[in-house]
């Protein structure tokens, strides 16, 4: 069984500080592991991913993902916010089979305050 | 990368009516596709798994009577909200997986549903 979790449901950054959105899931074997970001009214877009190459992923936007096996966690980080990445963001899982299912973890709200 | 193209992104329907949201792998063939809900402020909730050329297998507390899934084809699923209540109104986003070895999701960019 695979699951996610994201431990922060909103958080808020000052324009120009870093962000940090942490995210941990578990899974009885190797997943591959998105970062997807929801604007308001908006569809998923794809921020970055990680499919068992490198460790540290780069996505769009600046934004920069690390997957840490012994921590089961991949957590997404941006030097510097800016008022655009004010967002929904997703971790989402898949099955490295195609029998099991995508799972969404519960979502951050990221603030961005000028 | 693969490209799943979703199909109304907006609709507005009036009460009993039924509504058809399609899903569409267009540059891959898709045996697996997803179905989401979202609620307002609200993560996705899986509803059910299409499966080509099969019945659609649906999570605990979706009615799938009210929610009709076709995959007929390895390229197209479709969604029909049969009979619709303003407690439809939702965002409804479909997935297909891609690949094997290195199973990767593709989103549609969703349909938002307002039955009025």
């Known amino acids: 069984a695979q699951s996610v979790t994201q431990l922060d449901s909103h958080v808020s950054v000052s324009e120009g500080t870093p962000v940090l959105l942490r995210c941990n899931y578990s899974s009885s074997y190797s997943p591959s592991l998105f970062w997807y970001v929801q604007h308001p009214n908006k569809g998923l877009q794809l921020l970055l991913k990680?499919?068992?190459?490198?460790?540290l992923v780069k996505g769009i936007n600046g934004f920069e993902a690390e997957f840490k096996k012994s921590e089961t966690s991949f957590h997404l980080t941006k030097p510097s916010a800016h008022m655009s990445d004010a967002a929904e963001y997703f971790c989402?899982?898949?099955?490295?089979?195609?029998?099991?299912?995508?799972?969404f973890g519960p979502g951050t709200s990221l603030s961005v305050i000028p | 990368g693969a490209v799943v193209s979703q199909h109304p992104s907006r609709v507005i329907c009036k009460s009993g009516t039924s509504v058809k949201i399609e899903c569409r792998s267009l540059d891959f063939q898709a045996t697996t596709m997803f179905w989401y809900r979202q609620f307002p402020k609200q993560s996705l909730m899986l509803m059910a798994t299409s499966n080509e050329g099969s019945k659609a297998t649906y999570e605990q507390g979706v009615e799938k009577d009210k929610f009709l899934i076709n995959h007929a084809s390895l390229t197209l699923s479709t969604l029909t909200v049969t009979s619709a209540h303003p407690e439809d109104s939702s965002f409804y986003i479909c997935?297909?997986?891609?690949?094997?070895?290195?199973?990767?999701?593709?989103f549609g960019q969703g349909t938002r549903l307002t039955v009025v």
């Open positions: 989402v899982v898949t099955p490295k089979t195609s029998y099991d299912k995508v799972i």
């Open positions: 990680y499919t068992s190459a490198a460790t």
């Open positions: 997935s297909a997986l891609f690949g094997t070895a290195n199973t990767e999701a593709f």
